[in-house]
């Protein structure tokens, strides 16, 4: 088993949405450890042995030099790789966190995804077990509604709402969903062959991310500042609208929030 620990609010949740279930991305793969507090995960890696870091860039000190920082992760819990989480980051920032023991992974990241990105350690383990015990495979069960669920048999209403507005939202209006919520509906399977929740959910978390982003841009002028402040507003209202998208959408399909 290669373990790994995982340091990010969306992932963390990708992996409770599961409820329990193994899923074929998640052989052979032991999460040791998930959260979002940075100290305690300084607190608990040298106890938890993790092969892999995952963790999320905004959990680091964007003030200081990143690679010293990720350096430090992995040699507390002596993990052999590190992955790194951004959405949206200038190149210089990328280069620091691409080294021999770590590298840069775009968010938001699907399990198959991650899986990928482990690939080598997982045939290191592979190949290392293969003459030893046999390694039993977990069973996998689905998430999704089955045909006589609840979800399932609720009629589909709302339709007022399938209509939408055609009015703008305020430029900063408070984020709908969390990370955490976002993380579920990337692993949420509905009981029809649509994956639409789970796309939307990696759009709207990129718009998020990119809305935060646009507020920390460097400006070197007048002009410089008004464009910047004016993808900040249109990426905001684009967030909220497919916020609103969402939710209703999952309404629709009975997929639940919370």
Known sequence: MVRIAVLSEQVAAQIKALGGAHPPELDNIDVVWSGTALLELKHRGPELHPAVLLIDLHKLDEEAPLRPQIDALLDMSTAQLGLVLYTFARRDVLRQVTTPRSRPVKSPVSLANLRLNMLSLLVKDALRTSGGEKVEEAPVSSTSPSAHSPAAESPRRDFEALQGGDSMPPVGTPRLLSPTQLGRLQETATNVRCECPNHLAEIVT??????????????????????????YRDTSRARRLLEEALVVLCRYEGVKLS
């Open 206 to 231: 990129s718009l998020a991310a990119f809305e935060e982003y646009s507020k920390k841009c460097e400006s070197t002028s007048e002009v410089d500042a008004q464009m910047h402040a004016r993808l």
